[in-house]
């Protein structure tokens, strides 16, 4: 279940909290919601008893909510078997903020990938602390406060709760996504057990896909579009660009300069040569007006 108190609404700014799930099919259902006032641990509380009055079954077994003191004691103390996990995007987007990407650039992108792809917590605290040994990072005390949390929010410590794929509290669009993948899921896979070649060839499709999928999420799609560039650079012809006429251009407008000198580049009538010098412009010149004189009638 999530739990999202980021939405403010009407001309009162009264705090609105939805309380959302996903059904069987992996769409979004809201189970309940409130509106209060102010975002006091006494609200909370308040309003975690009235749900768990709406729904008297049990408590959910996981929680997703962001980063908030007051959600977390209020939690702990009407919701004590239910697993709190903070919400993950909320905390990544800090990263940004908390950490001189300018000058931490590589390790920010390096930071996202142990979060998102470690398989064991024993990996991932490996690898952050080779890059806070290898770096002042070690000193950023927002950085440090987190690490200490990372029990709550890293997906490496959370695997053994049931989350129905949810590791945040953005679960709207989240989850309206997985929907629509698992409802493809099953067309593709239904076509391809038609026959072993397309079995073995979606078997190999998918773990292929996997490590790209995973290439994308840790480079912030990097990955993802500098293979799209490469594929356009190859389909894209080679060549000198200003060679390669845009479709529908018109023509080159000429300067007064190339216009001059595109006049001046005739050929002698007595020598044959070009008269691309004053000099021999000017002989040129002569010779019509000689030969007008001498042969008028010829002339015209």
Not at 168 to 190: C, E, N, R, Y
Not at 267 to 294: D, R
Request: net charge negative.
């Amino acid at each position: 279940m999530v739990f999202d108190t980021t939405y403010n609404t009407n001309k009162y700014s009264m705090i609105f909290a939805p309380f959302v799930g996903v059904n069987h099919h992996g769409q979004t259902s809201v189970f309940a919601c409130g509106l209060f006032s102010d975002e006091s641990t006494e609200s909370f509380v308040w309003l975690l008893s009235k749900f768990l009055e709406c729904m008297p079954r049990q408590a959910s077994n996981l929680i997703i909510t962001n980063q908030n003191t007051a959600i977390a004691k209020a939690i702990s103390m009407v919701m004590p078997s239910t697993f709190h996990r903070y919400c993950l995007w909320h905390i990544v987007n800090k990263f940004s903020e908390k950490m001189n990407v300018m000058v931490y650039n590589e390790q920010y992108h390096l930071l996202v990938n142990i979060i998102k792809n470690s398989e064991s917590p024993m990996e991932f605290e490996k690898r952050w602390s080779a890059i806070m040994d290898s770096t002042s990072l070690d000193c950023n005390e927002w950085l440090t406060s987190m690490y200490e949390l990372r029990t709550r929010w890293v997906p490496a410590y959370v695997k053994h709760i049931f989350s129905v794929g949810m590791s945040s509290s953005q679960s709207t669009s989240l989850m309206a996504i997985h929907g629509l993948l698992t409802h493809k899921s099953p067309v593709l896979i239904d076509d391809a057990a038609l026959t072993d070649a397309r079995s073995t060839f979606l078997m190999e499709e998918f773990d292929s896909l996997h490590i790209r999928i995973k290439e994308i999420d840790d480079g912030e799609n990097a990955s993802f579009s500098r293979n799209k560039d490469e594929s356009r650079e190859q389909n894209e012809p080679n060549g000198d660009p200003s060679a390669i006429r845009a479709k529908g251009c018109g023509k080159r407008l000429k300067s007064s300069k190339e216009k001059s000198l595109s006049k001046s580049n005739r050929q002698c009538g007595c020598c044959e040569e070009m008269a691309t010098t004053k000099e021999h412009v000017l002989n040129f010149m002569i010779g019509i007006v000689i030969h007008t004189i001498c042969f008028p009638y010829h002339s015209i």
